[in-house]
Structures are given as C-alpha cells and as structure tokens.
C-alpha cells in the first residue's frame, strides 16, 4: 500500500478499550513503515503489538511526551486499505476501539522466529464422503442463478437473500455462483455459523475447487491458521471458507460473499468487539463492490425484512430437490403422555417405538436435547431451593460422567453435597435431563443400537466435531443424540427420523427473540430428515403442543410465522423495525453497578433526543455472572445511525475513568439473556 513514513509521527491503534488511537514517533534510523504495519509500542508499563493506521498525524500539543515505536515487525503490512476499512467500520459501529476490531481481523502473531511458510497443504477430503457427480440444476435453482451471474458480471455491490427449505439446493447454487468468480479472476469468501460445519463442507469443496481451499477459523492450530491466513493474502488460495472470523479474510479481491445459514446467532461475537460476522459481511461486500449472497430455511426476521422492503433482492426455492417431500412433523402432547404413563419420562413412548422402528429397518435417526449434562439442576425437596453457582445466579449442572457439578455460566466445577447448602437436608433431587441422561436412557430403550453423544462436553479435543460426523455419515452410528450442533447444515441421506425433545423449553425465556429462536431451531432440526430416497418423520415433544411457533414450525410455514412475529416485534418496537443497543454494567460490587448503571442511563437520557427510548437500568435475566453483578438498560430508536452516535456519545464522558472497564455495548444483540 501506498503512504510510507521514517523519523516520523504516526497513529496507532492498540487493543485496548480506549475508543481512540495514539502517536508514536518513528526513530529515524528505522526503516519506513506503511499503514497497516504491525509494530510494538510502549503503552503505560507495558509492551502491546498495535497497528499503524495513519503516518504523519496533526501534531499534539504535548509533542515532548511523544514515546518512540519499539519495534516494528519485518513483515508486509498485515492489513491492506479495505481491511482498514472495514476495521474501522466495525469500531465505529459497534463501539469498541479500533485496535480491538483490528485484533479480531488478525491471525495468530507470528512465532519470534521467523520461519520460511510453505504453501499449506491441500484440505483432505472427509474419507467418508464420496466425490460427487455434477448435478443439473433444477429450474428453480437455475432461476435463483441467473440474477447472480448478472450482478457478477457486472463487478457491482449486490445483496440477495436466498430462501429455500431444507434441501432444497441451496448449496449447489452458491458453488455455482463461486465457480463464475473464480473464472472472473475473483475470489470467494464462504462463511459458515459453527466450526462443526466445516470439515464435510472442505471435503465438498476441495473436491470441487482444489488448490483453492482455504479454511480459516479460531479452532486451528495457531501455526495452521496463520499459514492459512497468508496463503489466502498472497493469493495463492482464492477460495475461503470458515466461521465468523473469516469474514476479515485478506482475500485481496473477493467478488462473492457467502453466508450460510445467516439466521444462525453463532455469527454474533459474545466479547467484545461484539460484531455480527452476517452483517460485517454486507459491509464487506458493499466496500469490495461484490454480491454478498444470504441463505437460510428460516431466515432472520431483519434479513427477509430488507428482502420485503427491497433493500436486498429476495431468490426463492420453493420445494426440496427431486420433488422430496418435506418431513412430517407430529407434536406429541406431553400432558397426554403423563396422564397415560403416569410419569414424565425424557423419551415418549411414540418417540421410543419409533426410533426403535427406525434402527430395525437399518436407517438413522438424530435426538436433539438443547441441554447437556445429566441433569439440569439438583432440588432439595425441604426447602426447594436449588444448589447455584457461587459465581453465578445459575443452577450448577450435574454431569455424572465426570462426578462433578458444572455452571454453565462461568465454567465453575464443585463436588456433588451430600446435603442441601441451603438447609442441610439430606434432600436433593435431580431435576431435568441434558444429553448425558438422554444418551443412558437410549442405550436403554435400544440395547441393540449403535447410540454416539455429540454435544460441548464430547467435541472438546481437536478434530472431534469431524470424527463423530464422519462416523455418522459412514453409518456408523445409528442414533446422534445432542444439543443444537446436530441441527445445523448437515445433509445425512439414511437420516430418516429426527426426536426432538422439550421443543417448547426456549419459548418462555424473558427474550423478544425466543419464538424466532424456537421456530429455527426445530425447522432446522426437522430438515434433518428425509433428504435421501424415504421420507422423514419429526417428533417433537412438548408440554405446549398448542403454542403457535410450534404449529407454525410443524407445518414449516416460514410466511406463517414471519407474519404474525412482525405484528408483535411492532407492536412493541423491536428490531428489525427498530434499532437496539443493549448495554450491561458489570461489576462486583453491587452497589457500584448499580451507581454506574445510573450514571450511563442518565447520561444516555440527556444525550438522546425524542425519537430515542431509553429503558432501565434494572437486574439483567441473568443477575450474576462469573462473580459480576449485571445491569441491563435498553436503547431504542427508529434509526440505527442516530442511536449509535447517541450512545457513543453518552459514553464518551467515561473514556479514561475505571469504571468504564465496567460498561459493556451490544449493538444489535442477538440475544437480552
């Protein structure tokens, strides 16, 4: 990049929560450095890795305080022009500093000692998948294509949302869109929710593009990523594919954006900066004049928003491939199955029959439970209090597995009482069952049946998420229990039913998106199944059969649903037709987050005009988190660009004190829990 500066000021952004850069003086011994450069500085007592992001900056006043840069490290710049601005973009909008959004773009630091980088080598193909022949595209899918390869061609910003049902074909449309950038000498940039998704997917598109398969994502091997990462800048690898951190990808001329299953919450980062992967990838398109294109069953209720309202054009698959049906899906009325059995039991008789149908005939079958561990909580039957987290205002989880109760909060471990700590009685009780007690109940009901857990606690190693999926894909295994990771992407064609267990638990959680998150999750889950030669079958359990999300979910009616969650997100000004920033106060004493809390919401107030709504502070849904007390308050208003200049300027009167280390923003939170 052009702009280079020796015995000289420049400005630096260093990853550190402090919304602004600082100047350094460059030794005039010292070689030039260009933006984007990687050097060490002096920040307070300590040595920090920063980035140059402006040379020769307006000088300040207090010029003799000025430090020297440290040490500026001999590589290339490690970010070019578009990634500055894209970093800058998300500083901005987000509200966190711009060394912070500049970190999260950035590989692992390179190792003191340089090493000579080979090119990486190929991606392998998953063992358990067969090369695939081309397909012909079915009209609709051919439809879908053909405004892409027009907005391709034209080299032009070009934003599509693509809905389509489970199976529908999604997939072979975005490599057929891929396929035309690559021959237009442009790259592609392919973003999935979860690392899970990933290793089936490379086997696909290694298979499909090789040579030109780059995986980038936080789980690799820091010397596996950053080998990667300058693969992908040196062009040598003009295809990438990986979770939300890929979308700062240094692909340098990237035609074609992807993000799959968009709708999916993993793409919000949950530290700070808080981003959401889906919309920096807009933005990213947008910046490199390319076609971002969005896909998902069940969209986001702000992406097929901009669809309606033609900020994003809108492609339609209407039914799944071949003329497959889409499974049928069957509530099972728990209060029914409790008055016949006369106990609540985790699995339903219908559920238990059919699974054991299902492995006789020699198919599949995927059991989501959305909570892991044994049992969700220990009850003491004296008092009735449950045994929580010392860090937390969470009941701990028992996992028998390992004997120990865990929060799934802050990740505290402790022993199981042998009494209450409440009351000392020797009365506590399991309550709620996770996937570890689903996994034994199973072995149970089917002694015969080859059964595999897939959840956080059995995907932990390095490459456990691909040896399960791979084993199922293999056939393997008979029966996947496990949590929302089984839901998501996976195309399995023996899978012929799906159990879904608790499918209302989400649906009273003190959250506006509870019911988008509900429907999701069991459309997603139900699309598991039938996607091979035989119908699917979905059973979904639930002690509120006649709850509409359900209804709407069985009958996999998206316009349904979206129809009558807009009427409600309206009626009570929540996104997508409103702006929302939530902002918590975190702190150990509290006392002080209280008084923080009121500080922020009184400096929000008189910085907002009529058209913002500030509400709280009040206790957040989760009151207690890794030993912090938390405060939630709520900014709305109608225009994004409007509350987000708000808000960072009510925060700017904390810049610099210590209580601002306390103050936490989330710029369109997916989640208020």
Not at 23 to 42: D, F, I, W
Not at 426 to 452: M, Y
Not at 484 to 492: E, L, N, S, T, Y
Request: hydrophobic fraction near 45%; charged fraction near 25%; glycine fraction near 8%.
């Amino acid at each position: 990049m052009s702009g280079e500066a020796a015995g000289a000021l420049v400005g630096v952004a260093v990853p550190v929560p402090l919304r602004r850069t600082f100047t350094y003086r460059l030794p005039s011994a010292r070689s030039p450095v260009a933006l984007g450069s990687r050097v060490r500085v002096p920040f307070g007592r300590r040595s920090v890795l920063g980035t140059v992001v402006s040379l020769a900056p307006e000088t300040p006043a207090e010029l003799v305080a000025i430090r020297e840069v440290e040490e500026t490290l001999p590589s290339a710049p490690a970010l070019d022009a578009s990634l500055l601005e894209l970093t800058r973009f998300v500083a901005d909008y987000y509200l966190c500093s711009w060394g912070e959004a500049i970190e999260a773009a950035l590989p692992p630091d390179p190792p003191a000692r340089k090493r000579k980088t080979a090119e990486p080598p190929e991606p392998p193909a998953a063992k358990a998948i067969e090369a695939r022949p081309r397909v012909e595209l079915t009209a609709a899918q051919a439809a879908a294509l053909s405004p892409l390869l027009e907005a391709l061609a034209a080299r032009t910003y070009a934003p599509f949302l693509l809905h389509g049902p489970t199976g529908s074909g999604k997939t072979e449309v975005y490599l057929r869109a891929a396929e035309a950038t690559l021959a237009s000498g442009r790259g592609v940039l392919y973003l999935v929710p979860e690392i899970g998704l990933t290793p089936l997917l490379v086997g696909r598109l290694s298979e499909r593009f090789p040579g030109q398969v780059a995986v980038l994502h936080s789980a690799l091997a820091p010397r596996a990523r950053r080998a990667s990462w300058e693969a992908v800048r040196a062009g040598e690898r003009r295809f990438v594919v990986g979770a939300r951190s890929a979308v700062f990808a240094p692909l340098p001329d990237p035609g074609l954006v992807v993000v799959d299953e968009e709708h999916d919450p993993s793409y919000k980062q949950e530290d700070a900066p808080r981003y959401n992967g889906r919309d920096v990838a807009v933005v990213r398109a947008r910046l490199a004049a390319s076609v971002v294109l969005l896909g998902s069953a069940t969209p986001s209720l702000e992406s097929y928003q901009h669809a309606r309202s033609g900020r994003y054009a809108l492609l339609t698959l209407p039914g799944r491939i071949a003329g497959r049906p889409l499974p049928t899906v069957e509530l099972v009325d728990m209060r029914e199955q409790f008055r016949l059995a006369g106990e609540v039991t985790p699995l339903s008789a219908p559920l238990s029959e059919a699974l054991a149908e299902t492995v006789a005939r020699g198919e599949q079958a995927l059991v989501l439970r959305n909570r892991r561990g044994w049992a969700i909580a220990l009850l003491c039957s004296a008092c009735g209090k449950r045994v929580t987290c010392r860090q937390c205002s969470l009941a701990l989880t028992w996992h028998r597995g390992i004997k120990r109760l865990r929060c799934h909060g802050c990740g505290h471990e402790e022993r199981r009482p042998a009494e209450c700590p409440s009351c000392s009685a020797e009365a506590l009780g399991e309550v709620g069952d996770g996937t570890e007690r689903i996994e034994d109940d199973l072995r149970r009901v089917l002694p015969s049946a080859r059964i595999e857990r897939m959840d956080r606690d059995t995907v932990r190693g390095r490459g456990a998420h691909e040896r399960i999926l791979k084993r199922f894909d293999a056939g393997e295994i008979d029966v996947l229990v496990g949590t929302q990771m089984i839901a998501k992407g996976h195309d399995f064609p023996n899978v012929t039913l799906v159990g879904v267990l608790s499918a209302d638990q989400t649906l009273g959680l003190p959250d506006f998106r509870a019911g988008e998150r509900a429907f999701q999750l069991l459309t997603q889950v139900a699309g598991r199944a039938g996607r091979g030669d035989r119908p699917g079958r979905v059973l979904a359990q639930a002690f509120d059969p006649d709850h509409p999300v359900l209804a709407e979910a069985a009958a996999q009616d998206y316009e349904a649903f979206f129809a009558r969650e807009i009427l409600y997100r309206r009626a009570l000004r929540y996104p997508p037709l409103s702006a929302l920033v939530q902002i918590i106060v975190a702190d150990a004493a509290e006392g002080r987050a209280w008084r923080t809390a009121h500080e922020v919401a009184e400096a929000l107030r008189a910085a907002a005009s009529q058209r913002l709504t500030i509400a709280g502070p009040g206790p957040a849904p989760i009151e207690r988190l890794r030993g912090q007390f938390r405060m939630q308050i709520l900014a709305r208003s109608a225009g994004r660009r409007r509350l987000v200049e708000t808000v960072a300027l009510a925060l700017s009167t904390f810049d610099g004190k210590a209580i601002a280390r306390t103050i936490h923003v989330d710029v369109d939170p997916v989640s208020l829990l």
